[in-house]
């Protein structure tokens, strides 16, 4: 697996783990996170929010570009916690840490997905700012 899936993974499992209600006015202590529950997520050291919007890539996995986008407003950042496929977990449902989820796009409603191709942008799999 490489870097960037694995920093997703286990971004994801932390996240899941010890969720605060810092954007969503909570009073900072732990949130249980349920199938349907809209999230954003942000990289601690640039805060970035994940963020996609419906533009493919031209070339390589041709699917939708998902980006780190540093507006704490953009709606473009927004993704909703579903259950793998074949679970049968509901909407409404607790999810237990280490549980393996899926995100989907709230505006395009795609997948986020990872795959072992170079970005047409950086030509690397994984791109970095600092």
């Known amino acids: 697996m490489d870097f960037y899936v694995s920093s997703i993974i286990f971004f994801l499992f932390l996240f899941l783990g010890t969720a605060t209600g810092e954007e969503g006015g909570g009073g ?4 249980e996170i349920t199938y349907g529950t809209l999230i954003k997520l942000k990289h601690e050291r640039t805060s970035f929010r994940l963020h996609s919007h419906d533009l493919a890539y031209g070339s390589g996995s041709g699917q939708q570009s ?3 986008f540093p507006d704490v407003d953009d709606a473009n950042s927004y993704w909703i916690v579903r259950p793998q496929l074949d679970s ?3 909407q409404g449902d607790i999810i237990p840490r280490g549980t393996i989820i899926r995100l989907q796009h709230m505006t395009t409603r795609r997948w986020l997905h990872s795959h072992l191709h170079a970005s047409p942008i950086s030509g690397e799999l994984f791109w970095r700012r600092w």
Request: without cysteine; charged residues 20%; aromatic residues 0%.
């Open 28 to 31: 900072g202590g732990r949130v």
């Open 66 to 68: 998902v980006t780190g």
């Open 88 to 90: 049968s977990a509901k």
